[in-house]
Each structure stands twice: as structure tokens, then as C-alpha cells.
């Protein structure tokens, strides 16, 4: 310890500006604004000019000029020797060297910035992934550890690095551990430019791989979102059936045979799982189930968990790799996601993004079934549980419901794409051969029909036709080119409603199945529909 009559703090931080200059191990400094904002300046400047005592001497005076203490401290007889001297080599470091003196600069950390530091750790060894099992600490340390974490999640090291070096600018503690603790230092741009920018006509174009032409495309996320009761699991085994045998699909496509994995972990695997597989006719050793996982715990207590996201994506690669799995089902989303919260956007879409970049490595189809909500209005894509992040990560959405006609029926419709083009709706009931001593559920597909997603969502009406659409397209292609009012139309469907026709018009006229003619009150059929 260096003598001096100034106080204790304004001694501690001297010796602290004695070792940036000197570029040795930093010591406990005084914490405070004041304190603070000096070590960020001066960090800078070693960082900028440790090449260049004599400019670096200058701008450290110029630093110290509010702190008349410090000051006298710098001008009196204590002061090390020039850097030239201490470590030669940095004098003869050219300038713009990628190595900088910051980065040999370390203190050992406070009580309170311990748990701060091995929470970083751990994000970057990612054994912490979830926000809510960061460990206690202040506001200000846990702020900052929750976007490092979400940095990471997102875009991986270089993320965790930009968003690292962004926060070292307003916080010197992450300046001074920068070089003991993480190699947090941005990629250099090369001569040619950023190797990290990708030029688009060095990209080969790609096709894209369908599982199920227009909905389950390889390689992606896709979601099926509908009310419970309705024949989700009973739909999603069927496919499963059919990708194990590589059959055609329900709307007779051809399709492609590969391994399934299965995460339901709300049905049992022995009584309502394998029943509906093997009355589907399924492969059963191309299928395997990853619902729970066998953990023992820090005291050696063993105990069954569900499958969660994206604690166990390494098992789900092992799994997947055990099949050559084609699709990955998951049954509902919402029983993987834990202690996590799905309705918030950024937490959804960190749980996702492992997933995401295993399926597109594998070239492998993931269908996350989702229950519908009560709220959300008649847009159906809104109506899907949990984060809009959810469908805005699927390429392709798909959504059962009640056949608005015929309460015995379901529709299976395909509501987003975002990689090709729509696929009509099909029909389908739940059936079984109870009859025949054989009470387990299988999927009775039907035809094809025209309904849009919003129709999807109104409720089952007796007294409407079955082909409510279709009957309005048939009398105004039967009257083409001549056109019908609202009253027209009624005279001609007496099953409808005025009321009804009036709506189901509107909604034909948004999805552009019919056009308004130039007098107002009359419609006309689209040519080509």
C-alpha cells in the first residue's frame, strides 16, 4: 500500500489509477457515480492508447481535472514508471493492435458482484436458460444478466458478445472483468469486409421439402391449434401413423416415410396412445415417445419430470437421431414450456429457437398442438395459446374446429403459410368400431371444402345449408354475367336467412370468392371462381 495523507477512498482510487496506467491486476476501488464514471473514462483511454504513454498521461490528467485530490495524487513522486517501461512490448504494439491492455485488466470481484459474474458464467455455458432461475442479486446486476441471457438465446456468442460490449459502455465493473472472466471482444472485419454479412449470390436456391404438401414442410415449425375435445391427438397420431409407413396423406398426396417422436406427455403412452397407433396401422419401431425424463436431483433423489423446452433439446436429438425422425410432434406446447412464461414474446421465442435450429439441421417437420382462447376476436390466428410468437415462428399453421354446419363433423383447415400457398380444408369425424368390440378412436377423412378461417370460428347452426358458400357461388354463376341483390339471393336460398346472406356476402367479397358490382346492393360472380 502506497502511503498518503488523503483519505481512504480517494486513496483506493488512486491506487486503482496507478494500475490501469500501469497495466497491472486492478484493486478493490470505491463504488459510486463518481467513482464509477473515472474508471469507465480511464479504461477507455488505456484501451485507445496504451500504445502511446505520453497522449495517454496527457488524457489521463485531462480526466482527473474535477478531482483536485486524485490530481495531486497523479503529480507526486508515487507515480510507477512509464508503461515503455513496465511492459516494453506495449510500447512497440502498433497502433490498432486487436490486443489491448483492457483486457489484461482484472480486480477480484465484491460481494455483491459474485453471483452477478457466476450467472454469466452459466449463460455462457448455457446451463442457465430460463430468466426465473437466475439467482438473487441486485436490480441493476439482474437486469443486466437477464439481456446477456436473452442475447444468448438468441443470437448465440456473437449476440451475447454485442450485447456485452454494449452494456461495458454504461458499467465499468463489465469493462474491468472483461479479460479475466469472457472473451467478449467483437469479430474484426477483414479486408474484403464483414465475414459475417452473407452475399446473396453466393446462395444456392432451395426447394422446399414437404412432409404434407402446403402444410407440414421439413425443416420447419408448423402449429395445430384448436378447442379441446375436437380430435387434435386423434389427427396428429393419424399423420404420425402415416409418415412411419411413408402412406399417402388424408388428402391423398404422396408421403414421405421416416422416423416420429412423440412428446404428449398428458396421455398415457400403454392406454391411449399406442391403441390409436396400432387402429391406425402404424410402424410402431419408427415411433418412439420422449414424453418424461428419469432426473435425479442434487440430493439423489430419482424422480419422473415432463419433457421441457429447451432444457432437454440434446435428448430430443438423441431421439430423433434413434428413428431418423421425420416429425416431431409436441402435445400440447403448452406442457414443455415449465416455469417459463409463454405469453410473454421474447421468453417464447428463446424456448423455440434451439428447436428451431435443430429441425432445420435434422430436415425434420415439428407440429406443437395448441388449445384455442377465449379471447382474441374472429382472426383465429390470435386465438392460438400462449405468444403471438408462437404462429409468427411456424411457417405454416393449421387449425381443427366444429364444422359450422354439422356438429358431427370437424374441419381441419389451413389457416397461415408463409413458404406456399394455401391448402384447402378438408373434412373429418371421429369414429370408432365399438361395434366390434374395438372402442378406440381413429380419423374418418372426408371431402374437401370451401371455408375461410374466419368461418372456422362461427358456432354450428342447424338450420343453415351444408354448403353455404357454395350454394351463394352456385346461383350467382347460374346468373352470370347478370347481378343479384341481397333480396335476389334470399328469394333463391329460403333456407337463408336475409341477415345471413347479408354477412356471408361480406366476408366472400374480403376473401375474394365474389366482387361487388357498380350498383350498390348487388354482387356478381368472380370469373375463374
Known amino acids: 500500500m502506497i502511503s498518503s495523507p488523503y483519505p481512504d477512498e480517494d486513496q483506493l482510487m488512486y491506487e486503482y489509477v496507478v494500475a490501469i496506467r500501469a497495466g497491472r491486476p486492478l484493486p478493490a476501488r470505491p463504488i459510486g457515480p463518481p467513482w464509477d464514471r473515472i474508471a469507465l473514462n480511464l479504461l477507455r483511454v488505456s484501451s ?28 507526486s513522486e508515487c507515480i510507477p514508471p512509464p508503461f515503455s517501461q513496465v511492459n516494453p512490448a506495449l510500447h512497440h504494439r502498433p497502433p490498432g493492435s486487436a ?64 450485447r456485452y460490449n454494449a452494456l461495458s459502455e454504461a458499467n465499468p465493473m463489465l469493462e474491468e472483468f472483461r479479460a479475466a472472466f469472457f472473451d467478449t471482444s467483437t469479430p474484426q472485419q477483414s479486408a474484403e469486409g464483414d465475414t459475417r454479412v452473407l452475399l446473396l449470390s ?48 388424408p388428402d391423398g398426396t404422396p408421403g414421405i416415410q421416416g422416423g416420429v417422436v412423440l412428446i404428449m406427455p398428458e396421455d398415457d403412452v400403454a392406454n391411449a396412445i399406442m391403441p390409436r397407433l396400432m387402429r391406425a396401422d402404424a410402424d410402431l419401431s419408427h415411433i418412439v415417445s420422449l414424453s418424461r425424463i428419469t432426473t435425479t436431483d442434487q440430493q439423489g433423489h430419482t424422480y419422473v419430470r415432463p419433457f421441457l423446452l429447451p432444457d432437454d433439446i440434446e435428448r ?30 421474447h421468453a417464447a421465442r428463446a424456448m423455440l429457437a434451439p428447436l428451431v435450429t435443430l429441425m432445420e439441421e435434422r430436415n425434420c417437420a415439428c407440429l406443437m398442438i395448441r388449445h384455442l382462447t377465449k379471447s382474441g376476436g374472429e382472426n383465429i390466428l390470435y386465438r392460438g395459446g400462449g405468444s403471438i410468437a408462437f404462429i409468427g415462428l411456424a411457417r405454416t399453421g393449421l387449425a381443427v374446429a366444429r364444422h359450422p354446419h354439422d356438429e358431427q363433423r370437424g374441419v381441419f383447415a389451413h389457416i397461415k403459410t408463409n413458404i406456399g400457398t394455401y391448402a384447402p380444408a378438408l373434412t373429418f369425424s371421429i369414429a370408432s368400431d ?5 372402442p378406440h378412436p381413429y380419423v374418418a377423412w372426408g371431402e374437401t371444402i370451401d371455408l375461410s378461417p374466419r368461418d372456422l370460428l ?72
Not at 425443416?219 to 411413408?246: C, E, F, H, N, Q
Not at 431421439?319 to 416431431?328: D, F, H, I
Not at 351444408?466 to 335476389?488: C, F, G, H, M, N
Open 434 to 438: 365399438a361395434e366390434h368390440n374395438d
Open 202 to 249: 453466393e446462395v444456392k436456391p432451395e426447394e422446399i421439402r414437404w412432409l404434407w404438401q402446403q402444410r407440414l414442410a421439413l425443416g420447419k415449425l408448423a402449429t395445430l391449434d384448436g378447442d379441446p375435445g375436437l380430435g387434435k391427438t386423434s389427427i396428429t397420431l393419424d399423420i404420425a401413423a402415416r409418415v412411419s409407413r411413408g402412406s399417402n396423406m
Open 316 to 345: 430430443l436429438k438423441t431421439a430423433m437421431e434413434r428413428v431418423q425422425a421425420r416429425l416431431v410432434i409436441i402435445d400440447p406446447l403448452m406442457a414443455v414450456v415449465g416455469h417459463r412464461d409463454p405469453y410473454r414474446d
Open 99 to 162: 490486443t489491448q491492455s483492457v483486457k489484461r485488466i482484472m480486480r477480484a470481484p465484491m460481494g455483491e458482484e459474485r453471483p452477478f459474474l457466476d450467472a454469466i458464467h452459466c449463460i455462457q455455458d448455457q446451463r442457465l436458460t430460463d430468466g426465473e432461475k437466475i439467482p438473487g442479486m441486485r436490480p441493476r446486476y439482474y437486469g443486466m444478466a437477464c439481456e446477456l441471457l436473452e442475447a444468448m438465446q438468441q443470437a448465440g456468442t456473437e449476440g451475447f458478445n454485442r
Open 458 to 529: 362461427a358456432a354450428p347452426t342447424a338450420n343453415k345449408p351444408a354448403t353455404l358458400r357454395q350454394d351463394i357461388l352456385r346461383v350467382l354463376k347460374e346468373s352470370y354475367p347478370q347481378e343479384l341483390s341481397v333480396q335476389a339471393l334470399a328469394e333463391a336460398l329460403p333456407d337463408m336467412t336475409v341477415n345471413n346472406i347479408h354477412v356471408t356476402l361480406k366476408r366472400m367479397v374480403d376473401d375474394r370468392q365474389i366482387e361487388k358490382a357498380a350498383r350498390k346492393g348487388f354482387y356478381t360472380a368472380l370469373l375463374g371462381n
Open 48 to 75: 485507445a492508447h496504451s500504445h502511446q504513454p505520453e497522449i495517454m498521461k496527457k488524457l489521463f490528467l485531462q480526466t482527473l481535472e474535477g478531482y483536485p485530490v486524485l490530481q495531486a495524487m497523479f503529480y
